[in-house]
């Protein structure tokens, strides 16, 4: 899943597709360097990060989805919205990616419901702004876990099927550093909950702070992708269903790397 930013705010990319002829170039130059689909957003979710209009939103998101529908593009909209989800869908979207989970807009499960897109459904304690308050965990594996199960109840309870849900540990909202590290390595833990998993670490604070410089200084984001390939491809081998980056072409031979290397243990255990 590669990330179209139509933000002037974004932690990663500073605006540099904010317009939409800009973030229409961007998106198929990810297709070309091995993306399988395009995620669109219109909201930052950086930290204290502030809200946009919605009206806003959809100005920003709408146009650029339905250029890229028009193109048979596979697109997702990144939306905690009820009415930007829905008309992101009327206009082409087949996901629904949900950093809220429900949370910031109930509404939007009826909509998912409804229209039948499939919904990753984040675990999510808070807006941009409060987020970072709100990183309290016993077992941060077993919290999130949890607290994404109640997620699936409220989905099914709207109506929603599990083959539309897709489930995401939401590395680096309300986390501290340290706490992303548990559900990456668990990451199986999570899967052995039976739904898809969508993995976002791509260019996150924690792998800035994991390759600090000597004094101490995080890296910057675009100094992060190599060490979101490496993700990508423990994700990958795990089973993730999904992983969402900035960069493709590193995450997408990285893909391959531990495609390879599960095929190549599968085709061992069969000559057990």
């Not at 876990?145 to 409220?154: D, F, M, Q, S």
């Not at 992983?243 to 391959?256: L, P, Q």
Request: overall charge negative.
């Amino acid at each position: 899943m590669g990330v179209v930013n139509v933000t002037p705010d974004s932690f990663s990319d500073g605006g540099e597709w904010f317009t939409p002829d800009a973030a229409l170039r961007h998106g198929l130059a990810l297709l070309a360097e091995g993306a399988d689909l395009v995620d669109v957003g219109g909201e930052s979710t950086r930290p204290g990060a502030e809200r946009v209009p919605e009206d806003e939103e959809l100005r920003r998101v709408i146009p650029v989805i339905r250029e890229f529908a028009s193109r048979g593009v596979p697109v997702s909209v990144d939306t905690t919205r009820a009415a930007v989800a829905e008309a992101a869908i009327a206009s082409g979207a087949v996901i629904v990616n949900d950093v809220s989970g429900g949370l910031a807009e109930p509404e939007i499960h009826q909509v998912v419901a409804r229209t039948g897109a499939v919904y990753v459904a984040m675990h999510w304690r808070g807006h941009a702004d409060v987020m970072d308050e709100l990183a309290v965990y016993d077992d941060v594996v077993t919290d999130v876990r949890t607290e994404l199960g109640r997620r699936v109840a409220e989905l099914r309870a709207a109506g929603v099927a599990d083959r539309q849900i897709v489930l995401d540990p939401g590395l680096g909202f309300a986390k501290p550093g340290s706490a992303n590290w548990p559900l990456l390595s668990r990451l199986d833990e999570l899967l052995s909950d039976g739904f898809p998993v969508l993995v976002g670490a791509s260019r996150k604070r924690f792998l800035g702070h994991l390759l600090a410089r000597d004094d101490g200084r995080p890296v910057s984001p675009l100094e992060r992708d190599h060490a979101t390939a490496a993700i990508s491809a423990l994700a990958a081998a795990a089973g993730a269903w999904c992983v969402r980056v900035h960069e493709a072409r590193g995450t997408a031979d990285a893909v391959r790397v531990a495609a390879a290397w599960n095929g190549a243990r599968n085709v061992g255990e069969d000559a057990r």
